[in-house]
């Protein structure tokens, strides 16, 4: 009798631990390890965010970062979603993307500059 | 070094095509004065030869721009030496400003101790009062609240206004807030709205300046060199028989005439930036440091009274080879 509880003491463990290993990936899918691992990062050059359209998933702590010699932002279109403050030559901003959607972004001290990030 | 230009009668008695040809030289220090529709070259160099009494001006009054206190890249290591040589310059001019205009980016990164610094080196320029209007980089993260307590007492929304001096109607805009993704620079319904009442009382011989920082005309909107709705400011302009619009931003000179309005842009005490599409991106231009202070300048404007237009010189820091 004491054999078998243990043995499910044992089993519910595993269970609750696997429960908790697979905690945070996006329902229903297997996400690469790698790929909910990882950061983006988008560089900021010669007035423009390299890459300009990203794809991540839900989640993603995306950052950017200016190698520019001017001061740029990261500024979502809506102007309330994200907005970093002016970002000097290697100076960095970061969000993490938690809902699905397209967020396209500009740089508010020169809007020309625009950029997209789609979160899957 | 007098050279007069062909006389060529309109209307308005202006020789607008030697007008022109005239404003193409003026970058290279040309000075230009209209006397009763005849156009006046005079080498910058040959000013000492000149009568007085066709220099003199009723108004006279310099315009710097893009000072940007505070970059230090490789393109102007040290901006605060070069807008010195800039107050050295306004000091040294024959005929003393009465009165300074700054189109915009006093600051780089609008922190407190960059307009700090802006206003300490200028308080050893002679002409003591000091007309400003907000550049991009003067109201980053904080919605332009610092730049309008600094240098907005008196001025309207996010730091419009305007004023006379003899009998010249100056009228400073803000084109640089609440820029939308993709945009140009932007005026807004409520500065529109302002400046058609603003100039409503006026005379159609009143002669206006209007000054902002981002160019009121399409330089290069690829860049984000023009305003978006700037047409319609201009079209509140067009009855007046003279009128001037000064900008900054491009970091160049550059100058258009359209029928009865003159465009003119200042270059930078601070660094220059690349002709319209001559490089991929319209940021700080490196150029050898002893050709620097040849393309970072200043502009002196004099206005006569009774005479059709400004004279507008514009005066390198350095004359280089």
């Given at each position: 009798?004491?054999?078998?509880?243990?043995?499910?003491v044992?089993?519910?463990?595993?269970?609750?631990?696997?429960a908790?290993?697979?905690?945070?990936?996006?329902?229903?899918?297997?996400v690469?390890?790698?790929?909910?691992?990882?950061?983006?990062?988008?560089?900021i050059?010669?007035?423009?965010?390299?890459?300009?359209?990203?794809?991540?998933p839900?989640?993603?702590?995306v950052?950017?970062?200016?190698?520019?010699?001017?001061?740029?932002?990261?500024?979502s279109?809506?102007?309330?979603t994200?907005k970093?403050?002016?970002?000097?030559?290697d100076?960095?901003?970061?969000?993490?993307?938690?809902k699905?959607?397209?967020?396209?972004y500009?740089?508010?001290?020169?809007?020309?500059?625009t950029g997209?990030?789609?979160?899957? | 070094?007098?050279?007069?230009i062909?006389?060529?009668?309109?209307?308005?008695g202006?020789?607008?095509?030697?007008?022109?040809?005239c404003?193409?030289?003026?970058?290279?220090?040309?000075?230009?004065?209209?006397?009763?529709?005849?156009?006046?070259?005079?080498?910058?160099?040959g000013i000492?030869?000149?009568?007085?009494?066709?220099?003199?001006?009723?108004?006279?009054?310099?315009?710097?721009?893009?000072?940007?206190?505070?970059?230090?890249?490789?393109?102007?290591?040290d901006?605060?030496?070069?807008?010195?040589a800039?107050?050295?310059?306004?000091?040294?001019?024959?005929?003393a400003?009465?009165?300074?205009l700054?189109?915009?980016?006093?600051?780089?990164?609008?922190?407190?101790e960059e307009?700090?610094?802006?206003?300490?080196i200028?308080?050893?320029?002679?002409?003591q009062?000091v007309?400003?209007?907000?550049?991009?980089?003067?109201?980053?993260?904080?919605?332009?609240k610092?730049f309008?307590?600094?240098y907005?007492?008196g001025s309207?929304?996010?730091?419009?206004?305007?004023?006379e001096?003899k009998?010249?109607?100056f009228?400073?805009?803000?084109?640089?807030?609440?820029l939308?993704?993709?945009?140009?620079?932007?005026?807004?319904?409520?500065?529109?709205?302002?400046?058609e009442?603003?100039?409503k009382?006026?005379?159609?011989s009143?002669?206006?300046?209007?000054?902002?920082?981002?160019?009121?005309?399409?330089?290069?909107p690829?860049w984000?060199?023009?305003?978006?709705?700037?047409?319609q400011?201009?079209?509140?302009?067009?009855?007046f028989?003279?009128?001037?619009?000064?900008?900054?931003?491009?970091h160049?000179?550059?100058?258009?005439?359209?029928?009865?309005?003159?465009f003119?842009?200042?270059?930078s005490?601070a660094?220059?930036?690349?002709?319209?599409?001559?490089?991929?991106?319209?940021?700080?231009?490196?150029?050898?440091?002893?050709?620097l202070?040849?393309?970072?300048?200043?502009?002196?404007?004099?206005?006569v009274?009774g005479?059709?237009?400004?004279?507008i010189?514009d005066?390198?820091?350095?004359?280089?080879?």
């Amino acid at each position: 009798m004491k054999k078998r509880i243990g043995i499910g003491v044992c089993m519910g463990a595993m269970v609750v631990a696997a429960a908790f290993l697979t905690a945070g990936r996006v329902r229903g899918e297997r996400v690469p390890q790698k790929e909910a691992a990882a950061a983006m990062e988008v560089k900021i050059d010669n007035f423009t965010f390299a890459p300009v359209t990203i794809t991540v998933p839900a989640g993603t702590k995306v950052s950017w970062v200016n190698r520019d010699d001017i001061p740029h932002t990261v500024v979502s279109d809506d102007k309330t979603t994200f907005k970093s403050k002016a970002l000097d030559t290697d100076d960095k901003f970061s969000f993490t993307f938690d809902k699905p959607g397209t967020y396209p972004y500009f740089c508010s001290i020169h809007p020309k500059m625009t950029g997209k990030v789609v979160v899957q | 070094m007098a050279r007069y230009i062909k006389r060529n009668e309109q209307t308005d008695g202006i020789d607008r095509r030697g007008f022109l040809k005239c404003m193409a030289w003026a970058g290279t220090g040309t000075l230009c004065v209209i006397k009763g529709g005849v156009l006046n070259s005079y080498a910058f160099s040959g000013i000492g030869d000149l009568d007085p009494a066709d220099m003199k001006g009723e108004l006279s009054f310099a315009q710097i721009s893009d000072s940007h206190m505070g970059f230090n890249k490789a393109a102007n290591p040290d901006v605060a030496a070069t807008l010195k040589a800039a107050v050295d310059k306004i000091n040294g001019l024959t005929v003393a400003p009465e009165f300074l205009l700054h189109t915009g980016d006093i600051s780089h990164l609008s922190k407190p101790e960059e307009f700090d610094a802006v206003d300490q080196i200028l308080k050893s320029a002679k002409p003591q009062d000091v007309f400003y209007v907000p550049g991009e980089h003067d109201v980053l993260n904080d919605d332009g609240k610092q730049f309008l307590e600094r240098y907005g007492k008196g001025s309207k929304g996010a730091g419009w206004y305007s004023f006379e001096k003899k009998g010249v109607h100056f009228i400073g805009l803000v084109n640089v807030m609440n820029l939308k993704a993709g945009g140009l620079g932007t005026l807004g319904h409520e500065q529109l709205e302002w400046l058609e009442e603003d100039l409503k009382p006026l005379t159609a011989s009143t002669p206006v300046i209007v000054f902002a920082h981002i160019p009121l005309w399409a330089v290069y909107p690829q860049w984000g060199w023009d305003t978006e709705d700037s047409a319609q400011a201009l079209s509140y302009l067009k009855r007046f028989g003279s009128v001037s619009v000064l900008n900054g931003h491009i970091h160049q000179i550059m100058q258009k005439v359209e029928g009865n309005i003159t465009f003119h842009t200042a270059a930078s005490t601070a660094f220059p930036q690349p002709q319209p599409g001559q490089a991929d991106s319209p940021g700080p231009m490196k150029v050898p440091a002893e050709q620097l202070r040849g393309l970072l300048g200043i502009t002196d404007v004099t206005y006569v009274q009774g005479r059709h237009a400004l004279a507008i010189v514009d005066t390198k820091l350095e004359e280089t080879r």
